[in-house]
Every structure is written in structure tokens, then in C-alpha cells.
């Protein structure tokens, strides 16, 4: 049985008051009944500020959006596993598609993040996703095999039974033109079926998340289809009764995958 996970990526926003509140307000309004696994990834200088306030007792676990594949030393600007975990973050993003686009990182930088991820004790979201030139090049799925496999093979399928995967098509990020219901279980579908070539009982295990423009309107018939256990939200994820909302749509699936 799968346990359904959204975790809300507030990129590169948010001050210290705003966080705040907005951690305020998702901790108030959200189940504790919920066996839905709730997460947060602020920015790196706001993770003191939130593992503050959820060290106070509440739903929701902590995560950063990136992380240095090394654990210290002469890396100007980085902030590794090692940190994070200190700070009590469980989670970190690895792999975004900003990541890969805006800063130049590969498919083997994101493995070697993989594993500091996994060395230090968090548990990496891997992000995999195709372009609109790629999808309308009919190549989704040979771009999401590419970018698993080289996880994979510095990694190793069971370490996957400690990670958890994203499929965030680019063209569906802050675009509000989210992927359809089948189209994204088409690509979860094909994402644990590559895995579980390797081994049926991790892929059956994994938690395979959609992201792309998913809100308080679009969760529920998302979180519908077997393959899909849950979200990455972006833009949703900054406002408090948007992204409680997808979590209770997320609720609504429990039991069911
Ligand atoms: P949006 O929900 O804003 O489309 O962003 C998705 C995303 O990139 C989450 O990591």
C-alpha cells in the first residue's frame, strides 16, 4: 500500500514573515487524521525558520529543493546533505527541471545528488520530465528512461525504495497547462514499469508524483489513476487553502493504490 505524498516547492519565494504564516495557516487547516504524507520545501535560508516552527509539533515534514553533491569543503554558494539533515529536513528535491535548465545540471550531476541524498540520511525526490519539443517529438518516454537510467546505474534499483520520483513535464510547470489525467498516467505507468524490470517489489513501493500546474481543481481526478500518489506543487503550494485543498484531494485516494 502506498502512502499518498504531496510536497510544495516554494521555489525562490517567500520572506521570513510570509513563510510564516503560510506554515501557520497549512498547519491549522490540515487533517492530523490524514494518512496523506505532507511536505514542505522552502528556500535554503527560510529552512531554519520552518524547522523551527514545525519543531513545535504539527503534520507537515521539511525538505529543501536542492542540494551540493559533495558533504563539505571549497564549494563557494553550496549547501550539502549533511546541512539539510542537521536542520531536520527529511526531504530534498533533486533534479528539478529548473535545476537542469537554468544551471546546467545533468543527468550525472543528478545522480551524484541522488547519492548525497541518500548518504546523509534525506530522501531525494528525483524529478524526471520531457519538453514540449521533446513530447511533440514523440521522445517522452525515451527522455524519461534516459534520465532514470543514469540514476540507476549510479545508484542501483534498491535504492529507490528510499526515494521517491516526480514526473514534472516542463511544459506543464507554472504554464497552467497541467498534463492530462492519462497522459501523466501514461508516463507514471512507464516509470514503474522501467523499475520494475529491476524489481518488481521496489517499483511496486515507490511513490511516483505529478507536478505541473496541479491545483485545488485539478488534484482529485490526478490523484485518481493507480500510477499517480500524489503531488509536486509549485505555485499552489504558496497559497494555504489551495495547497490544503490538493492535500485533501491527495486524502481522498488513501487506501486506494
Ligand atoms: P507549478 O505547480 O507552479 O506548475 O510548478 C510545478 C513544479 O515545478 C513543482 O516542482
Not at 34 to 39: D, I
Amino acid at each position: 500500500m502506498r502512502r499518498p505524498f504531496v510536497a510544495g516547492n516554494w521555489k525562490m519565494n517567500g520572506t521570513r514573515a510570509e513563510a510564516s504564516r503560510l506554515v501557520d495557516d497549512i498547519t491549522s487547516t490540515l487533517s492530523m487524521a490524514s494518512h496523506t504524507e505532507v511536505a514542505v520545501c522552502p528556500p535554503f535560508i527560510l529552512i531554519p525558520l520552518v524547522a523551527e516552527k514545525l519543531a513545535a509539533g504539527g503534520a507537515l515534514a521539511l525538505g529543501a529543493q536542492n542540494l551540493s553533491s559533495e558533504a563539505a569543503g571549497a564549494f563557494t554558494g553550496e549547501v550539502s546533505g549533511l546541512m539539510l539533515r542537521d536542520y531536520g529536513c527529511q526531504y530534498v528535491i533533486v533534479g528539478h527541471s529548473e535545476r537542469r535548465s537554468l544551471y546546467g545540471e545533468g543527468d550525472d550531476t543528478v545522480a551524484r545528488k541522488f547519492a548525497a541524498a541518500l548518504e546523509h540520511g534525506l530522501t531525494p525526490i528525483l524529478c524526471v520530465g520531457e519538453t514540449l519539443a521533446e513530447r511533440d517529438a514523440d521522445e517522452t518516454e525515451n527522455v524519461v528512461a534516459r534520465q532514470l537510467q543514469a540514476v540507476l546505474e549510479r545508484n542501483g534499483v534498491k535504492a529507490f525504495a528510499n526515494a521517491v520520483i516526480a514526473y514534472e513535464p516542463v511544459w506543464a510547470i507554472g504554464t497552467g497547462r497541467t498534463a492530462t489525467p492519462q497522459q501523466a498516467q501514461s508516463v507514471h505507468a512507464f516509470i514503474r514499469g522501467r523499475l520494475a524490470h529491476a524489481d518488481r517489489v521496489v517499483a511496486d513501493g515507490l511513490r511516483i508524483l505529478y507536478g505541473g500546474s496541479v491545483k485545488g481543481a485539478n488534484a482529485a481526478e490526478l490523484f485518481r489513476e493507480p500510477d499517480i500518489d500524489g503531488g509536486l506543487i509549485g505555485g499552489a503550494s504558496l497559497n494555504a487553502v489551495e495547497f490544503v485543498t490538493i492535500c485533501q484531494a491527495a486524502a481522498g485516494s488513501e487506501g486506494s493504490k
